[in-house]
């Protein structure tokens, strides 16, 4: 079984900034994608950032030159610096991880919650 632990949530200041890691442990295949979500009270989880095992990143457009994702292969571990944080940025974040081999597989972290007030 997968397990993804995630950590760093927290308040920050509308502009702060704050990083969120996530480890992933157990039977992982080598060639995976990770990447984080979000969802805010009543709305949909939506894709924040994901990185692949190759080192190719995507972001949702309103995270685009705010946040960066980067991953260490050897650890099973992403993370996620997020700076110029604003109020539509909170949210529980989620960690996930997913491959395709025999089928897709894919495995979320528990969530960690960020708030973005003053």
């Known amino acids: 079984q997968v397990q993804l632990v995630e950590s760093g949530g927290g308040l920050v200041q509308p502009g702060g900034s704050l990083r969120l890691s996530c480890a992933a442990s157990?039977?992982?295949?080598?060639?995976?994608?990770m990447g984080w979500y979000r969802q805010a009270p009543g709305k949909q989880r939506e894709l924040v950032a994901t990185?692949?095992?190759?080192?190719?990143?995507t972001y949702a457009d309103s995270v685009s030159g705010r946040f960066t994702i980067s991953r260490d292969n050897a650890k099973n571990t992403v993370n996620l610096q997020m700076n110029s944080l604003k109020p539509e940025d909170a949210a529980v974040y989620y960690c996930?991880?997913?491959?395709?081999?025999?089928?897709?597989?894919?495995?979320w972290g528990q969530g960690t919650q960020v708030t973005v007030s003053s």
């Open positions: 996930n991880v997913r491959w395709l081999n025999l089928g897709v597989r894919a495995y």
């Open positions: 157990g039977t992982i295949f080598s060639i995976n994608t």
């Open positions: 990185i692949t095992s190759g080192g190719t990143t």
